[in-house]
């Protein structure tokens, strides 16, 4: 088994700039997170999807973040216009269901936004 | 969400257990305590979960209280590679992990 498969590793933009983050999450798993962490406000749970469908986007800063899942084993994290205060590492994560169940990580996006 | 406290950072001698805490006091009665740890910037890595009993696996055991309200992860003989930021989390029905600042552990030689 792979794991959960995130690229690219690492992206380095302009302030303006669109940047897309994607994420291939453990085959059979129903349940797919995008986490961003950073050393002032630690690990965020941006949004989750259930099935493919976004169950809880309360985390998602604004709205030039947008998330996708269009089938099970692809979802990706958008930011249009991209911002300085967007540079962090973004995790993805999947689980075989939403509830109590065990998170598989991935390896990250080192976003830098300049 | 239900939260967890962790103390910010612990140091452990190395070939010894090291035993982290964790309080949560307002969780409710179907939420699972689980246990991750992140070493440098890799992605968080699963070590343990329970709901009310103690629980041990090939990584480390659990031991939640008997009102649940805290829990304590222990790794019976620590390692430097055991340094490492541990996070407890509470899972929710919802399906939310809402990771806090976690414990530092520092193996020391």
């Known amino acids: 088994d792979a794991g959960v498969i995130q690229s690219p590793r690492h992206e380095v933009t302009e302030m303006g700039q669109e940047v897309t983050l994607r994420c291939k999450p453990i085959s059979g798993h129903n349940s797919l997170f995008w986490y961003r962490q950073t050393m002032m406000r630690g690990l965020e749970l941006l949004i989750y999807?259930?099935?493919?469908?976004?169950?809880?986007d309360s985390g998602m800063p604004e709205d030039r973040f947008s998330a996708k899942m269009p089938n099970a084993s692809f979802s990706t994290l958008k930011i249009q216009p991209s911002e300085p205060r967007d540079s962090a590492v973004y995790f993805c994560?999947?689980?075989?269901?939403?509830?109590?169940?065990?998170?598989?990580f991935g390896s990250g996006t080192q976003l830098s936004v300049l | 969400d239900a939260k967890t406290t962790q103390p910010p950072s612990m140091d452990c001698a190395e070939g010894r257990a090291a035993n982290l805490p964790c309080n949560h006091s307002t969780i409710s009665g179907n939420e699972y305590v689980y246990w991750y740890r992140q070493i440098h910037s890799q992605g968080p890595q699963y070590i343990i979960h329970?709901?009310?009993n103690n629980e041990t696996n090939e990584m480390a055991s659990l031991i939640i209280t008997e009102d649940r309200k805290s829990s304590t992860l222990i790794l019976p003989h620590a390692t430097l590679r055991d340094t490492a930021v541990y996070y407890c989390?509470?899972?929710?029905?919802?399906?939310?992990?809402?990771f806090g600042d976690g414990t530092t552990l520092t193996v020391k030689p």
């Open positions: 989390i509470l899972r929710t029905n919802a399906g939310k992990s809402t």
């Open positions: 994560a999947s689980s075989p269901e939403a509830t109590n169940e065990k998170l598989f």
């Open positions: 999807f259930n099935n493919n469908v976004p169950i809880d």
């Open positions: 329970g709901l009310k």
